[in-house]
């Protein structure tokens, strides 16, 4: 399923290109400062573009897909499993099947509405029973029972996600990911 082209994430992409400091921060695995560069300096002009809510949703889609791809951690984006949408798998949906203790979750709403918030949780508790491994990404703090970032230039806790994800990866026994060295 090709991914159509979308304004913010071209913006997001053309912004990665045109950093200098970017790469560097890639070689170093400092994917916080990294996400903390990006937020400053693009977090506006996304919100610009779009429904805060959506428009949030594609940036942190943007930044996970790049940065997971550049910390060499295995994951599927953008999955339909079981008729339910996965937005991120870590690392994939056979592991979800085989162990659901080693996968990790990621939802992330387009939208601040608790009631749909909840539904997608709900939905995915069906498929993965570890509550502590599905993690959700919004645009802002709203208190849910299971982890949470926010991505917003305030209170941006979404710049720990990828140490978190490793750190996460690192505790599985069948591991590939000790490349972070966390």
């Known amino acids: ?4 082209s979308n304004p ?3 913006h997001l992409f053309e912004y990665i290109k045109k950093s200098d400091t970017i790469p560097k921060l890639i070689s170093e695995k400092k994917f916080d400062v990294i996400i903390n560069e990006i937020v400053e300096n693009c977090y506006d002009k996304v919100i610009s573009m779009g429904e805060k809510e959506e428009a949030i949703g594609i940036l ?3 930044i996970l897909h790049y940065l997971l791809t550049n910390a060499l951690l295995n994951s599927q ?6 008729g339910i949408e996965l937005d991120i798998v870590i690392p994939d949906t056979k592991t979800l099947e085989k162990d659901s203790k080693m996968t990790l979750l990621i939802i992330i709403p387009k939208s601040s509405d608790k009631k749909i918030i909840h539904k997608k949780i709900s939905q995915l508790k069906k498929i993965q029973p570890v509550k502590e491994n599905i993690w959700i990404v919004l645009s802002e ?8 970032f926010t991505l ?4 941006n806790t979404f710049s720990k996600i990828i140490f978190e994800i490793a750190q996460f ?4 026994t069948s591991n590939k990911f000790k490349i972070l060295r966390i």
């Open 1 to 4: 399923m090709a991914e159509e």
């Open 8 to 10: 913010i994430k071209d």
């Open 60 to 62: 942190a889609t943007g």
């Open 77 to 82: 984006r953008k999955i339909e499993y079981q």
């Open 141 to 148: 703090q709203l208190q849910l029972d299971c982890k949470s």
């Open 152 to 155: 917003s230039k305030e209170n």
């Open 169 to 172: 990866s690192n505790v599985g």
